[in-house]
T-cell receptor, first 115, second 115 residues
Framework: DAGVTQSPTHLIKTRGQQVTLRCSPK?????VSWYQQALGQGPQFIFQ???????QRGNFPDRFSGHQFPNYSSELNVNALLLGDSALYLC??????????????FGPGTRLTVL | AQKVTQAQTEISVVEKEDVTLDCVYE???????LFWYKQPPSGELVFLIR????DEQNEISGRYSWNFQKSTSSFNFTITASQVVDSAVYFC????????????WGAGTKLIIKP
């Protein structure tokens, strides 16, 4: 049973560029959440996708956008990259039974460095 | 307001010692869920346990045990006979209706096990 997978593992970009990160959820899961984790801090919620729609959003600017595909996989896009966007980006999947309080399982993350 | 406090920023012990990581939470909800995750240096958040607010039974899993006390709003985590492989950052988290089904994270406790 494959767990949550993310790609790429590492990424280096320069300021102003755009980046796309990808996530495949755990088998049987239909909900994907994205988090940003700066060095030495806890994860910060970016947004959550369910049924191909953004269901919830944290306190992140519109430069952060996403998408969920019919197979439940998801992408996180960040436009106009800033130095402060350098972080570990974590994807988590869960199964939405009734408004998901289910356990979120995390992928290995994508480490983004913005120069 | 929802809040999770992990007052211990960093703990360092010698291998084979027992160690307890503290977690105190705040919520107005009567139904909520508490989690512990482990984040080793590789970065992936590893799910350890989920506990709902109606189940106050302590849980033991091998060398790991959890003590949930609603009276003190605490959900502490103890590692018995610690090993070097237990070195990681440990996060406590809370989810509920009042958190709009978003995971509320503590700041994490960095655990260092010295050989």
């Amino acid at each position: 049973d494959a767990g949550v997978t993310q790609s790429p593992t590492h990424l280096i970009k320069t300021r102003g560029q755009q980046v796309t990160l990808r996530c495949s959820p755990k088998s049987g899961h239909d909900t994907v959440s994205w988090y940003q984790q700066a060095l030495g801090q806890g994860p910060q919620f970016i947004f959550q996708y369910y049924e191909e729609e953004e269901r919830q959003r944290g306190n992140f600017p519109d430069r952060f956008s996403g998408h969920q595909f019919p197979n439940y996989s998801s992408e996180l896009n960040v436009n106009a990259l800033l130095l402060g966007d350098s972080a570990l980006y974590l994807c988590a999947s869960s199964f939405d039974r009734l408004r998901s309080t289910d356990t979120q399982y995390f992928g290995p993350g994508t480490r983004l460095t913005v120069l | 307001a929802q809040k999770v406090t992990q007052a211990q920023t960093e703990i360092s012990v010698v291998e084979k010692e027992d160690v307890t990581l503290d977690c105190v939470y705040e919520t107005r909800d009567t139904t909520y869920y508490l989690f512990w995750y482990k984040q080793p240096p590789s970065g992936e958040l590893v799910f350890l346990i989920r506990r709902n607010s109606f189940d106050e039974q302590n849980e033991i899993s091998g060398r790991y045990s959890w003590n949930f006390q609603k009276s003190t709003s605490s959900f502490n985590f103890t590692i018995t006979a610690s090993q070097v492989v237990d070195s990681a950052v440990y996060f406590c988290a809370l989810i509920s209706v009042d958190s709009n089904y978003q995971l509320i994270w503590g700041a994490g406790t960095k655990l260092i096990i010295k050989p």
